[in-house]
């Protein structure tokens, strides 16, 4: 059985601005599970980059251990790669990121890889603010291991196994919200019109963006019991306001009324578009962020879209004065400077 893609492809293929086509974005055939939501994401992931006519040999991906840190052998397939420890992606990333800030850096992780071992790496890269793509293909279940129950699994909910979740769950996005990341937002894997705009403006943002896609495990965690499965989140989804995201525009206002679209400019020109909803409020305000989730979660809903966006976050680069040039083209004249230039530091210091 051959496990590669073939070669061709129409001659007329559609081509973004380098001149590229989608395939120069793909990867590897998947080997997941028939249906799998992650495969979803990762061609959510391939449509967008290509979209945003980004060279695919600026793009880093990093993942941990789980179903999800699999797929990145399935997109990108001639960018940058490294396959790290369970939970450990977030160093990894964070290494990365400080030898060389010119890459773009995609960190694609499972609930069980960044809410159970990975969380306090999850903690710290998120407060950090490192600037970088934070995926977490949430399905509520180890799929691996045979599905036992994750830490995201919702209290209550019952996966194939039957057994109600005994135990709190974790949401990932009012924990990013409320340690710092700049953008937050969770989508479905059965909504791409939603998730391509989602990962668009995740990448574009400066800072961390962090996004959660609920994913719903066909194997272990698909049961109409489940808050995780299709048919529970096609029927409890509730998404904050339509949305698209528009690149490298001029700089609009952002003043309006309920009711009416709201331009959000990014740090790169870029714009988000959010259509406000009568009923829902800026979400650039951490606490209404945080309220909207609540309640959301009382009327047993998922709330879907940007959750939380700060357009002006600054990333781990710009909190800590780190020199503009990569440390990976730093030469010895730079890093060594002599006795005296260090004396005269240690003297700034006292």
Same mark, same amino acid.
């Given at each position: ?24 974005y793909?990867?590897?055939i998947s ?9 979803s ?5 391939? %449509? ?9 040999h600026? #793009? ?7 179903c ?17 420890v ?5 160093? #990894? ?35 950090r603010?490192?600037n970088?793509?934070?995926i977490?293909?949430?399905n ?6 045979k ?6 699994? /919702? ?8 057994a109600? #979740?005994?135990?709190?769950?974790i ?38 963006? $962090?996004v /959660? ?8 965690n ?12 096609? /029927? ?7 949305? /698209? $995201?528009?690149?490298?525009? %001029?700089?609009?206002?952002?003043d309006y ?37 609540e309640?959301?979660k ?22 800590l004065?780190?020199? %503009? ?17 260090? %004396? ?7």
């Open positions: 059985m051959s496990y590669k893609k073939p070669g061709f492809r129409h001659p007329e293929a559609q081509k973004n601005r380098l001149g590229y086509t989608r395939k120069a793909e990867g590897g080997t997941l599970c028939a249906g799998c939501g992650h495969d994401i990762g061609s959510a992931i391939i %449509q967008s980059f290509f979209e945003m006519s980004i060279e695919p600026r #793009v880093v991906k990093l993942s941990g251990i789980g999800s840190s699999k797929t990145p052998a399935y997109f990108l397939g001639k960018s940058h790669g490294f396959n790290s369970h939970g450990r992606m977030p160093s #990894v990333a964070t290494g990365a990121n400080m030898a060389n800030s010119e890459l773009i850096y995609l960190g694609v992780s499972g609930d069980g890889d960044t809410a159970s071992i990975g969380m306090g790496q999850f903690a710290h890269v998120v407060r603010n490192l970088m793509i934070y977490v293909m949430n509520g279940c180890y799929g691996l291991t599905g036992q129950d994750s830490a995201t699994a /919702d209290k209550g909910s019952k996966s194939k196994k039957g109600p #979740v005994s135990l709190e769950s949401d990932l996005c009012e924990l990013a919200v409320q340690l710092g990341a700049g953008f937050v937002a969770r989508g479905f894997s059965g909504d791409k019109k939603q998730l391509i705009p989602i990962i668009k403006a995740a990448i574009a943002h400066k800072g961390l963006a $962090f /959660d896609v609920v994913s719903p495990c066909v194997t272990f698909n049961a109409p019991t489940s808050t995780k499965s299709y048919s529970y989140v096609r /029927d409890h989804m509730e998404a904050t306001g339509t949305f /698209d $995201f528009i690149p490298l525009m %001029q700089e609009i206002t952002t009324d309920h009711g009416t679209t709201v331009p959000v400019t990014l740090h790169d020109g870029s714009i988000v578009k959010l259509k406000k909803r009568e009923d829902k409020e800026v979400i650039s305000s951490r606490k209404l962020a945080i309220s909207a989730m309640q959301a009382e009327e047993d809903s998922i709330l879907t879209g940007i959750l939380y966006l700060d357009p002006e976050s600054e990333d781990t680069h710009e909190i004065g780190t020199t %503009q040039t990569p440390l990976n083209t730093l030469g010895e004249r730079e890093l060594c400077p002599g006795n005296k230039v260090l %004396q005269e530091f240690n003297r700034s210091l006292r």
